[in-house]
């Protein structure tokens, strides 16, 4: 493949220029190694890339793929498509699916079966068994079956005493833990930040502090154990601060900020009702400007979707019994290049760093990068197009976006040397 005239950015490498890219079984090479670049081989795709632009493929650290256990929901052919249709070319699944990622044989089903997709499937294994928060799992073995971090995302591990061992035995491993942040006790009932948000609906909700008070017990266990801990999905502005300063004296803190938590506030339930619902809560305007903030200084150092599919039936139930959660594979990109980079909070480069070369760092994965030699696996965005997201690639549609047009189009998705999604025929 020859990707001809495009605008090139690669953070690993400062590369921002236009220039051609060259692929030879399903590798980047340099223009060195290619021959004349005049030739032609008759079997070789030319893709124009005149007034595109071309990063790494995105490495989404954080998504729901609910296989095995609650694939009415999402399976992991379904997920890997709308993966696709974003720019996502590799993903981290979460463990808590039906049963749990708790045991090295379901690890290895799990990775066996990812390995049938166009993208590059990866996941974590849970830090408790159950994910019932009352006995350690068998990291060593569940790392050597595949495992490529720790998490019991959806539930907080409230035992300061057992998370403390798991630190201790996860730090060992040199594989990350990424904890999901909300203390139990500061929630009335979930999905809604309290206030007048939660009051307009007649209930009370999840006070902040749920997710403040837990992240700064998680951060002065981190630095006393030497684990590498990823914060997942930050909403409070109090939160961004305290890894502002643990980040400061641990390079091992590491954290994520959703596109819909830097993206809408509290007030968003009013409008767009269970479909604004998750977990931690969107919160306040201040909240989501210390996320932007976050964002653009290196506190916070990735943005994952926490893509978590829902039914229709579910989401359709009242706001307190409905589950929490978005789907936000195919919009991910869109939403931050909208949000961020045309109103001048980062640029480009800093998006492909936080979308895809940090998290692949993060988690070791062979990615985020177009370096010779490195898989080929690249987007490439149009940013003088536009996009109407009028359906989805998931299995569900539970996202307040449907509908909304987006500045920008993404026109290719390569992985592997192999195009797997192209100009997003899908959407209108």
């Known amino acids: 493949m020859r990707i001809r005239n495009i605008r090139v950015i690669d953070p690993a490498n400062g590369t921002d220029e236009v220039t051609d890219i060259y692929v030879r079984d399903g590798k980047i090479i340099s223009p060195d190694s290619c021959g004349d670049p005049s ?45 696709a249709s974003g720019g996502v070319t590799s993903v981290v699944m979460m463990a808590n699916t039906t049963p749990p990622i708790d045991d090295p044989e379901i690890v290895r089903d799990v990775i066996s079966r990812g390995l049938n997709e166009d993208i590059h499937i990866y996941t974590c294994a849970t830090v408790t068994k159950g994910m019932c928060g009352k006995e350690l799992c068998d990291y060593a073995a569940l790392r050597d079956a595949g495992a490529v971090g720790f998490t019991d995302d959806g539930r907080p591990v409230v035992d300061a005493v057992l998370l403390r061992e798991a630190f201790d035995r996860i730090s060992k ?64 502005a109090e939160g961004v601060e305290a890894v502002r300063l643990a980040r400061k004296d641990n390079p091992n803190i590491h954290a994520e900020a959703t596109p819909h938590h830097f993206t809408l506030t509290d007030s968003a339930v009013s409008v767009y009702g269970t479909n604004a619902k998750m977990n931690p809560p969107l919160r306040s305007l201040d909240d989501r400007e210390a996320i932007r903030e976050g964002l653009a200084d290196g506190t916070i150092d990735m943005i994952a979707t926490d893509h978590a599919p829902h039914s229709p039936e579910e989401k359709s139930l009242d706001f307190a019994s409905a589950p929490s959660g978005i789907i936000g594979l195919e919009t991910s990109f869109l939403l931050a290049y909208e949000i961020l980079v045309k109103r001048d909070i980062i640029d480009l480069a800093k998006l492909f760093e936080l979308m895809s070369l940090n998290p692949a760092r993060l ?23 536009t996009t109407v997201y009028s359906s989805s690639r998931s299995r569900s549609c539970n996202s ?29």
Do not use: W
């Not at 209930?203 to 997710?211: H, I």
């Not at 030699?373 to 197009?385: T, V």
């Open 39 to 83: 030739s032609c081989d008759p079997e070789e795709e030319i893709i124009d890339g005149t007034g595109l632009i071309a990063g790494p493929g995105l490495v989404d650290v954080h998504v729901h793929f609910r296989d095995p256990g609650q694939t009415r929901k999402e399976d992991i052919h379904t997920g890997a498509c709308a993966a």
């Open 173 to 236: 491993l040199g594989v990350p833990v990424s904890l999901h942040e909300e203390d139990p006790a500061y929630i009335t009932e979930n999905g809604v930040n309290s206030g007048a948000a939660a009051a307009a609906l007649g209930l009370t909700g999840s006070d902040p502090m749920a997710e403040i008070s837990m992240i700064k017990r998680d951060l002065d266990i981190a630095a006393d154990t030497g684990v590498i801990l990823d914060i997942q999905h930050i909403s409070t």
């Open 363 to 385: 988690y070791g994965l062979d990615a985020g990068t177009l370096s010779p030699g490195a898989p080929a696996d690249i987007m490439i965005f149009s940013p003088n197009e």
């Open 400 to 428: 307040p976006f449907l509908g909304k047009t987006f500045d920008g189009r993404i026109k290719y998705t390569i992985a592997g040397g192999k195009v797997i999604y192209r100009d997003l025929q899908y959407f209108s």
